[in-house]
């Protein structure tokens, strides 16, 4: 069965600091996508990100950054210098190859960037 | 454009009422989903449609019936709710299958549900 596991649930940080966001994930897929998704307080799901798992290269977009390791299972999101806008619940997400039909979603991690 | 939109932003109803949610996207999505998510809880999948037809259900209760008029709209009709039923409502839209290299759901601002 898949599973993702983001063990933080909760991230409080003083603006500019970088701030790390673990994703764990499980599957016997042998291909499969990743996502990160960002929830600020209005609700909205905002797509951050897709890899795929054949795709093993970091990737960088402005501040976030993002470290996929399939030797550990794991997808970690890195904001660099934060913001107060940052501030949202983040989710880390898989799918398997068919298509992402079936998101399987990790509990979240609310990041708390104070002024 | 990534656009879902949803309406109405709010809702409030009585448990005896009816009322329906609506969702609609333009980027020529063939599959469109209905998720709940309560507080502080990762999105939960209830309803797939791909080419307008209902292609997954999660074992969710008769009281909610989706619908999906056209392949831009797809609608959530309520009825008979219960206060545990209250929670953020969310669509969601992907290209759909045939495309899994670019099948990404782009999500709606939701529709905060209150029952009373």
């Known amino acids: 069965a898949q599973k993702v596991t983001q063990a933080q649930t909760e991230i409080s940080v003083v603006e500019k600091e970088d701030v790390t966001l673990d994703c764990v994930y499980e599957?016997?897929?042998?291909?499969?996508?990743l996502f990160w998704y960002k929830q600020p307080p209005s609700g909205e799901l905002v797509f951050l990100i897709r890899?795929?798992?054949?795709?093993?290269q970091n990737e960088i977009s402005g501040r976030y950054s993002w470290n996929f390791q399939k030797s550990t299972s794991s997808f970690n999101f890195t904001i660099t210098a934060s913001q107060v806008v940052d501030s949202a619940v983040y989710f880390c997400?898989?799918?398997?190859?068919?298509?992402?039909?079936?998101?399987?979603f990790g509990k979240g991690t609310k990041l708390t960037v104070n002024p | 454009d990534t656009e879902v939109t949803q309406t109405p932003k709010h809702l409030v109803m009585g448990m005896t009422n009816k009322k329906s949610l609506k969702c609609e996207q333009h980027?020529?999505?063939?599959?469109m989903y209905w998720y709940k998510q309560k507080a502080k809880k990762p999105p939960e999948l209830m309803f797939v449609y791909s080419y307008e037809k209902l292609s997954i259900n999660e074992s969710v209760p008769s009281r909610f019936s989706p619908e999906c008029p056209n392949s831009s709209l797809l609608n959530l009709h309520l009825h008979a709710l219960q206060p545990e039923d209250s929670a953020l409502y969310l669509c969601a839209s992907s290209q759909g299958e045939g495309r899994p290299r670019e099948d990404t759901q782009y999500f709606g601002p939701g529709t905060r549900l209150t029952v009373l």
């Open positions: 997400a898989l799918s398997d190859w068919g298509g992402s039909e079936k998101l399987v």
């Open positions: 599957t016997r897929d042998t291909t499969y996508y």
């Open positions: 980027m020529g999505h063939r599959a």
């Open positions: 890899r795929n798992s054949f795709d093993e």
